[in-house]
């Protein structure tokens, strides 16, 4: 069986009409950011950045999100670990991430439960085999994964798991993009919008944040051709200043999005301000368990305090991820930070911009 | 984080399916999807399948570039004989 729509969204003669078409149209000077961590990997993957011209800059922002989980959130992490009888379930990226004292790899190292998982799915099943232990989920993402972390909240509480907790680091994408475009010193032209979080949100979720700053907004896909295509289309509005708000990944996303899954993700969740790291607290940015389900919330559960952490000295992972700076303006970059000894998550996570910088340049 | 490759259902049982992508079958939860049917195409993330993707739309996506490019490049042939 082949690849559904892979191939043909890798056509190599489509690419090159792409660029060509982009260079033809590309005069100005213009800033393009990706919101997505799955983008960045994909944009260095197909070498995307080396057959645009030289006039479009492409920027790596606040979409992976390791990267944007709050230190505090990792510290916690960690101290859950520390709790006797406890397992840790969490996504592969997370083990590595810096807290200020410790990573979840290290606690496991000493001897802590801590497990990766695919999905939570499988965290509440490790509940239903270990009822005498404590399971938490530590979750971080965006509008993809939040739905899922619903679902798996919802699934502990029909097979009354009251052994399962979740500590999760939820984050939206509009308000996030409102900040930025709030933020000193910012220059963004256009956002390339992340694929598959649109899948759940519809392409109105943006009109808000598109309308306000007026500013050129496609969804792409994740393959090279979704990708050109995207690029090509805010170029195109750059010139003729004229902005929109295209959705260019039309197989897989609608302008109301995943009506289910934000029905089960506003069941569970409730919007709530939140920190992101290097990015700072941001209103109705984050989601938090409803009142009815705070029996699943592990920090309650375990009545644990989360202070405020400062983030690691010199590591410019915030202004990277705002498009301010790239990696190679860090001054740790290569030398004390590395994927092998990372100081901060935008070089842990394979999705990380400095990471995808290290990898590929 | 996003497994951006879509995946075929080959099996439904209740809220799992097994999918396949290129072979390779997984299991899936359907908890998030309306109207899962076999043989479909779907978008997984974290275990779970959070959309169909449209053939229709997939197809004339790629139909609409491929004629943005042609007329680009009559275009071009046109000046080249002009001159
Ligand atoms: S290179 Fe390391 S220290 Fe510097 S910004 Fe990136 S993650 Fe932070």
Known sequence: MSLKYIEEYRDASLARGLVKKIRLVSKKQIRLMEVCGTHTTSIFRHGIRSVLPDNITLLSGPGCPVCVTAQKDID???????????????????????????????????????RIVYSIFDAVNIAKENRDKEVVFCGVGF??????????????????????????????????????????????????????????????????????????????????????????????????????????????????????????????????????????????????????????DAALKFDMDLPDV??????????????LKTPEQCGLYKKKCTPMTPIGPCMVSTEGSCAAFYKYS | MCLAVPSRIIEINDTIARVDVDGVVRETSLMLLDDPKIGEYVIV?????????????????????????AAENAGDNGLINQQ
Request: one cysteine or more; aromatic letters at 6%.
């Open chain 1, 76 to 114: 916690a992490y960690v101290q859950f670990s520390r709790i006797k009888d406890t397992i840790v379930t969490t996504f592969g990226d997370l083990i590595k991430v810096p807290g200020s004292g410790s990573t979840l790899g290290k606690e496991k190292a000493l001897g802590a439960d801590v």
């Open chain 1, 143 to 296: 509008e993809t994964t939040i739905p899922t972390i619903a679902a798996g909240v919802l699934m502990a509480q029909s097979q009354n798991l009251t052994n399962f907790s979740v500590h999760t680091s939820n984050k939206l994408t509009p308000p996030a993009l409102a900040a930025l475009m709030e933020a000193d010193g910012i220059e963004i032209d256009g956002f390339l919008l992340p694929g598959h979080v649109s899948v759940i949100t519809g392409t109105d979720a943006y009109r808000g944040t598109f309308e306000k700053y007026d500013i050129p907004s496609v969804i792409s896909g994740f393959e090279p051709i979704d990708i050109l295509e995207a690029v090509l289309y805010l170029v195109q509005q750059n010139e003729s200043g004229t902005p929109e708000l295209v959705n260019a990944y039309k197989r897989a996303v609608s302008d109301q999005g995943n009506i289910k899954a934000k029905k089960i993700m506003n069941q569970v969740f409730e919007v709530c301000s939140t920190c992101w790291r290097g990015l700072g607290e941001i209103p109705q940015s984050g989601m938090k368990l409803k009142k009815k389900y705070h029996g699943f």
């Open chain 1, 310 to 323: 400062p983030e690691p000295k010199g590591c410019a992972c915030g202004q990277i991820l705002m498009g």
């Open chain 2, 45 to 69: 993330h974290a275990g779970f399948a959070i959309n169909k993707v449209d053939e229709k739309a997939a197809l004339q996506t790629l139909q609409d570039m491929r004629n943005i490019l």
